[in-house]
């Protein structure tokens, strides 16, 4: 019989010492002796492509050919009569951690980072070899320790990059592409050609990162790279604040790869056990979390000879294998929860920890306040208790270097929780943002920087906003912001769009209403499970998607999701503060690209977008001589054409009744199957009729609603049909603006380019196009 366990997070330790026992207990001859439960050659349990909530059965293992045995309270397993020993049991190799690099899913090896694919085929090819692989590490290692002495030396003189064929940056790409779990798909295959990289001379980095950054066509430092990459290759913390899209991670990345090749040789000699991380990276989400990961796994793919290996620890993935990860790492990565879940229960590991030498901490302001900021200060807490650790660990402090720790800081924004936790200790600023000097005094208290006063480095003070980006607003009636949304949409073909709104349920119902229109969308919330979210980022982000998918998301797709070609964002319902505006327009206009951010705004809204693009533009409209901000709103006005709207409207009034029959329909059976069950638990028929009945004697608030999802969800069959084919038929019609037969004949358009299909094939006629 196989049998499967579940993976228990919190008693590792207990697991590993009945395992010892276990092994020491037995004497029988070879096939009989009996194994612990981290000997046996566990299989991981596939899950099912469209399981909805998975979450909890991630990392289920199983293995079939086995006996229990029971002794006192150990547990120990056997292989069946007739099978030998080792077809049970793990194989003995040292390097049997292969699996564990596979990073980014427990269960799809397709999912793997190019570092764990590098490490991978390293290990794989040289299996059956395993001494001469470890002959050929060490000569790599004495190379590389030759190389790291010569470096600064030769550094000036190296032949840069930009003459070399990079030998196999044609198949890191392909791997990236498959590996790539969402938005690293959306890689173009590229040639193999590098870029040249001498604009990056001045950071004086080392071979490895050159060819790096000329493999992945960076060809010149962002401001904050420039800024920030000298300023931490020099010992210093730094708070680094730099617009969305601007390439924080490498900022922070490349001076931590630098550090890891510095010292790969030193390390090199040390045992594989004693060996520590050199950071520890804390991200507020586990898509970002993700994203870092893969960030820093390109750079290190694309290194020459260069082998870092992360361990990502996140929510939702083993434990066990994580922890796994952790004794082998160079960089982790994580959000707070889970690496404190780690660090907590292991033995040895925030001793371990303690040695890092940078903690970075990345969208600052939303990592010290929202729902982490506890796990984070428990984090901090023991990263920080070197001074006070027990009396042990004093003596063995005594004989080790002083912490070296370089805290390094890094977001966009710093927004109004932060305010709210320095109330009373702090000038209130009136608005969502902190001042730099606000955001300094804040982070100096809650953080343990190495020195007295952090380099704040803040290379764009006058814009939060990326330069490329072009922020409208489009003015409509409250009840017709879906009929808006779709003209804009309309109006960009072939854009790839973000839709923002503030609530799960109107990203279901949006989601729906767009897919009736046969639109190319793809919701994303926090409600969904995260295969299926990753599942709709891959698909919009994927090379091969309709260039014009939509994807309509809560602000869980706000902050730092890095998919390349989203041309447009838009707000459908305005944002609650002024940091999520900037944050949302923030995934388009990246990397010095251009952009568009468009607010769809009621009347009654306005007021309140007026005094949000002030906050966020304050420093742009204020006058030389004038505090106030000005009143003036720094987004331009939209001009959707009235024909337009007035032709969509027919279509747009089918598809919501078919959507809100749908969702209707969907919700009654919802209400309907709990209503039964919780009749049968009380033992009494239910009656759906008698029970709507008493509903219906209710009066108040309400009421008009239920009677219309009654009316939505009673809708009939055949008239969703008559809808469905109506719909059908105005959709499969360009929408006529203005083209008659009079004109035709007059020769007032085209003709030749109406049939050639130019211009905006949803439309027919002459259409001014949005004035950005
Ligand atoms: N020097 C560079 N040249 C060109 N592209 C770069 C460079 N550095 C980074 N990039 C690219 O720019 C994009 C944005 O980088 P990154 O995600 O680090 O931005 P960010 O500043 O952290 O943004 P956010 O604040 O939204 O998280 C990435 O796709 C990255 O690969």
Request: hydrophobic letters at 35%; proline letters at 4%; one cysteine or more.
């Amino acid at each position: 019989m196989g049998q499967k366990r579940g993976r228990d997070p919190k008693a590792p330790a207990a697991q590993a010492n009945k395992r010892k026992k276990a092994v020491k207990a037995d004497t029988g001859s070879d096939d009989e002796r009996s194994v612990g439960v981290e000997d046996l050659n566990w299989k991981e349990v596939a899950m099912p492509d469209r399981m909805e909530d998975a979450e909890g059965f991630f990392g289920l293992e199983e293995i079939e050919g086995v006996d229990i045995i029971k002794s006192g309270g150990d547990v120990q397993f056997k292989a069946k009569t007739g099978k030998p020993r080792k077809s049970i049991i793990k194989p003995p190799s040292e390097d049997d951690d292969g699996e564990e690099w596979g990073g980014f899913s427990d269960e799809d090896s397709s999912e793997k980072t190019p570092v764990a694919d590098k490490a991978d085929a390293e290990k794989t090819s040289a299996a059956p070899e395993v001494n001469k692989a470890t002959e050929d590490k060490k000569s790599k290692k004495e190379i590389a320790k030759e190389k790291a002495k010569e470096k600064k030396k030769a550094k000036k003189d190296e032949t840069k990059p930009k003459d070399q064929k990079p030998k196999d940056s044609k198949s890191t790409q392909d791997r990236n592409i498959k590996s790539g779990i969402s938005f690293a798909a959306l890689e173009e295959a590229e040639d193999d050609d590098g870029v040249d990289v001498s604009a990056w001379d001045a950071l004086n980095l080392s071979s490895e990162i050159y060819t790096a950054l000329s493999k992945m066509k960076f060809s010149q430092p962002s401001a904050i790279q420039k800024a920030a990459i000298p300023a931490v290759l020099d010992g210093h913390d730094v708070v680094g604040k730099a617009s969305t899209g601007s390439g924080k991670t490498l900022a922070f990345g490349i001076p931590i790869i630098e550090h890891y090749l510095d010292q790969r040789g030193k390390q090199g000699e040390k045992e594989e056990k004693t060996k520590a991380p050199i950071a520890l990276l804390l991200s507020p989400t586990r898509e970002l979390a993700h994203q870092l990961a893969r960030h820093l796994g390109e750079l290190i793919a694309n290194s020459p000879d260069t082998n870092a290996r992360i361990a990502l620890l996140t929510g939702g993935l083993s434990i066990q294998k994580q922890q796994r990860q952790l004794a082998h790492a160079d960089i982790v990565i994580g959000t707070p929860g889970r690496v404190w879940e780690i660090l907590s229960t292991g033995t040895g590991l925030i001793r371990k920890m303690q040695k890092i030498r940078f903690l970075v901490v990345d969208e600052a302001d939303r990592l010290l306040s929202q729902g982490n900021f506890k796990e984070v200060e428990d984090i901090l807490g023991a990263l920080d208790k070197e001074q006070a650790g027990d009396i042990d660990e004093m003596e063995e402090k005594k004989e080790e270097e002083p912490s070296q720790r370089q805290t390094l800081v890094f977001s966009a924004t710093f927004h109004k929780d932060l305010q709210q936790k320095l109330a009373g200790k702090s000038r209130w600023s009136g608005g969502d943002m902190l001042d730099n000097k606000e955001s300094m005094e804040y982070l100096l208290k809650k953080l343990n920087f190495r020195e007295e006063k952090p380099k704040f480095i803040d290379v764009n003070p006058e814009s939060q906003m990326a330069s490329g980006l072009k922020e409208g607003i489009v003015e409509c009636p409250a009840m017709e912001k879906d009929l808006y949304l779709y003209s804009v949409l309309l109006y960009y073909p072939k854009h790839r769009t973000i839709v923002f709104t503030n609530s799960i349920s109107a990203v279901r119902r949006i989601t729906q209403l767009l897919q009736v229109l046969q639109l190319p969308v793809f919701g994303l919330h926090s409600n969904m499970a995260q295969k299926a979210r990753l599942r709709s980022v891959e698909r919009f982000s994927s090379p091969t998607a309709d260039p014009s998918s939509i994807l309509v998301a809560t602000d869980v797709a706000a902050r730092g999701l890095d998919i390349k070609g989203i041309n447009c964002v838009i707000h459908y319902h305005v944002p609650r503060a002024a940091d999520a505006y900037v944050h949302r327009s923030g995934r388009t206009a990246r990397a010095g690209e251009s952009g568009k951010s468009i607010l769809i705004c009621a009347p009654e809204e306005v007021v309140g977008v007026a005094r949000l693009a002030a906050k966020i533009h304050a420093k742009r409209t204020k006058g030389e001589d004038d505090d106030a901000p000005s009143k003036k709103i720094p987004l331009e006005s939209l001009d959707i054409d009235r024909r337009v709207v007035a032709r969509l409207r027919p279509r747009m009034t089918l598809a919501k009744r078919i959507t809100d029959s749908t969702i209707a329909k969907e919700k009654v059976n919802t209400e309907d199957n709990w209503l039964r069950a919780a009749a049968d638990d009380l033992g009494v028929e239910y009656d759906s009729d008698e029970f709507d009945q008493s509903k219906g004697k209710g009066r108040g608030r309400g009421g008009g609603r239920e009677r219309r999802d009654k009316e939505a969800s009673e809708m009939t069959k055949s008239e969703m049909a008559g809808l469905r084919a109506e719909l059908k038929q105005q959709l499969s019609q360009r929408i006529n603006i203005g083209v008659s037969e009079k004109y035709l004949t007059a020769g007032r358009i085209d003709i030749d380019a109406l049939l050639r299909g130019e211009g905006n094939k949803s439309f027919l006629g002459h259409l001014d196009p949005l004035t950005f």
